[in-house]
């Protein structure tokens, strides 16, 4: 779905942001995206939809280079993104009116638009905020309107650029089920964070350093590599704590990799002792 | 010497359509010497709590006193220092002395007095002397937020409040943080944190309060928030609490990942762990 060869990009001021970073992203993959800050991992998001171009290499998008301005509006339509801050991102009055916005920019029909909105809304659970004003919303209401909107013009992949940074636990935790299942519905999910348990449900995680890829396997291997702290990155409590057990031979098979199944997994160990 | 808080409330928009209660009776008082947290999810009123503490808001009933004097008297601002979330975002002065400096020269400090109180300030967050000279904003960003930390230090404040002061850093330099809050603590400063996230410096505090829907759901020790059912737990005390709830004999007031897997080994297989 996304081809990246060889792509470096430098900002005017001559800061190397991506050094010759090679990547194939496939359809339906569900891919974390990690680093420290300053890591290039926004930076190399943007070539995906376009935002950026790059300064040498090529990125392909469903066999579209974004080089050729001619695709960009192509590209944009395949690969949408989310962002950071959910309040730079609102137009509407109303929640619905805000999902409708890029319908009614494509210049479909009313009864369409509603069915489309309505859908978008219950599938983010927001059907009873139709009405509302999104600047009434909590932190992680705002971000499910920001991917419902997302939703409605119905790219094949999503690009979440760090959507969580800005919330607290439990609407993290939300947010993190909504972009499970825009993954489960099929579409090709691309999420960059520094948080590594939001990896847990990722086909793959991709580590970021200094402008380069790293790091890339599954999300199980990396954290059993002990290798993320290398590069500025901290286990989960709990995943640091059951790969503690499993390095230690006291657990054997898959690293747990929540809570849940840690206790389930010393629960039955102590059991048996 | 304390900050009481009695039958606070308080509303954002008061007699307008937009009004929104923000804290609904709230009662707590924190004493000189006290290393408190303050907990609560995104908008639960943890920040316009602490705005009492310091009279950048009045009460809308209720009453706020800090060491018996009501916060709208200008002079409490010296005993409460505040540091807001992102503190760089504070600093404004041309030199990081100047900067520090404004403070306490506010409150009308002068001389060597002054630079004493600066210096100070400064020798507390490991700040070298040869960066007074130089623009905060030439700093990096950890330096920024020390010296924006020195800045409220200078005034001498017996009470120092900080918003989410480990958001954005990462781990070494929260460690460094929490050394640098504890020293201040020692030292005989209140400190009171306020953070969404609780496993970094419960282990460190006398008392935590737990505030939800703009009401104070919880307040007591750590152990005793360990020992209540039904809050919210992190993970590692989470993984504890279960194993012991279900009757293996564990330890559960533990927050280190270390000591989780010490106590749940020792468990397993007594005499190994002994040996080692």
Same mark, same amino acid.
């Given at each position: 779905m996304i081809q990246i060869n060889d792509l470096s990009h430098r900002f005017?001021?001559?800061?190397?942001?991506?050094?010759?970073v090679n990547l194939n992203i496939k359809k339906g993959e569900f891919v974390v995206i990690a680093g420290r800050n300053g890591s290039g991992k926004s930076t190399l998001v943007r070539h995906m939809n376009a935002l950026l171009l790059p300064s040498s290499g090529n990125v392909i998008v469903n066999g579209m280079g974004s080089s050729d301005q001619k695709d960009h509006w192509d590209i944009r339509q395949a690969v949408s993104m989310v962002f950071q801050n959910p309040d730079s991102q609102f137009v509407g009055m109303t929640v619905e009116e805000d999902v409708a916005f890029g319908l009614e920019n494509l210049g479909m029909a009313s009864d369409n638009i509603r069915e489309s909105v309505d859908r978008c809304l219950q599938f983010a659970g927001l059907s009873e905020y139709s009405k509302t004003s999104p600047i009434h919303l909590s932190g992680g209401q705002k971000q499910k309107v920001a991917i419902a909107s997302v939703l409605a013009m119905y790219p094949e992949c999503i690009i979440f650029d760090e959507v969580t940074s800005m919330l607290d636990h439990a609407s993290c935790n939300d947010v993190m089920d909504l972009i499970n299942s825009v993954h489960k519905a099929g579409k090709t999910v691309i999420h960059v964070t520094h948080?590594?348990?939001?990896? +847990? +449900?990722?086909?793959r995680l991709i580590v970021m350093d200094a402008g380069r890829i790293v790091l890339d396997d599954t999300p199980s291997n990396i954290f059993l590599s002990g290798k993320v702290s290398d590069f500025g990155l901290e286990l989960p409590p709990i995943i640091a704590l059951a790969k503690k057990f499993k390095d230690s031979g006291i657990l054997q098979g898959y690293l747990a990799l929540s809570k849940d199944e840690l206790l389930e997994d010393l629960c039955q160990l102590i059991l048996k002792t | 010497m304390s900050i009481d808080i009695k039958n606070l409330i308080f509303s954002y928009n008061r007699s307008t359509s937009l009004e929104k209660h923000a804290l609904n009776d709230v009662s707590l008082s924190i004493k000189k010497g006290d290393f408190v947290l303050i907990s609560g999810e995104v908008g639960s009123g943890k920040s316009t709590l602490i705005k009492h503490m310091n009279g950048l808001l009045k009460p809308c009933s209720g009453s706020v006193e800090v060491d018996g004097i009501p916060?709208?008297?200008? /002079?409490?601002r010296s005993k409460v220092g505040m540091l807001f979330q992102f503190p760089q975002k504070q600093l404004f002065g041309k030199t990081v002395d100047e900067d520090i400096s404004f403070g306490p020269a506010n409150f009308g400090i002068k001389g060597n007095q002054l630079k004493k109180q600066v210096h100070e300030a400064m020798d507390l967050m490991f700040l /070298? =002397?040869?960066?007074?000279?130089?623009?905060?904003?030439?700093?990096?960003g950890g330096q920024m937020r020390l010296v924006a930390m020195a800045g409220v230090l200078a005034s001498k404040p017996d009470y120092l409040i900080l918003d =989410?002061?480990?958001?954005?850093?990462d781990a070494k330099n929260r460690k460094i943080l929490f050394s640098i809050l504890k020293k201040l603590n020692s030292k005989g400063i209140s400190i009171i944190v306020v953070s969404h996230q609780i496993s970094d410096v419960l282990p460190l505090v006398d008392r935590l309060f737990l505030i939800d829907s703009g009401k104070i759901v919880f307040k007591g020790s750590p152990d005793e928030y360990l020992r209540s059912t039904n809050l919210y737990l992190p993970d590692i005390p989470w993984i504890m609490k279960e194993l012991h709830d279900r009757g293996? /004999?564990?330890?559960?007031d533990i927050f280190d990942i270390d000591e989780a897997f010490y106590e749940v080994s020792s468990l397993l297989n007594p005499q190994k762990v002994d040996e080692q």
């Open positions: 005017p001021n001559g800061n190397l942001a991506l050094d010759s948080r590594l348990e939001e990896a +847990t +449900t990722a086909d | 916060t709208h008297k200008k /002079d409490i /070298d =002397e040869s960066i007074a000279s130089v623009s905060p904003f030439d700093l990096s =989410e002061p480990a958001s954005g850093l293996f /004999d564990v330890k559960f």
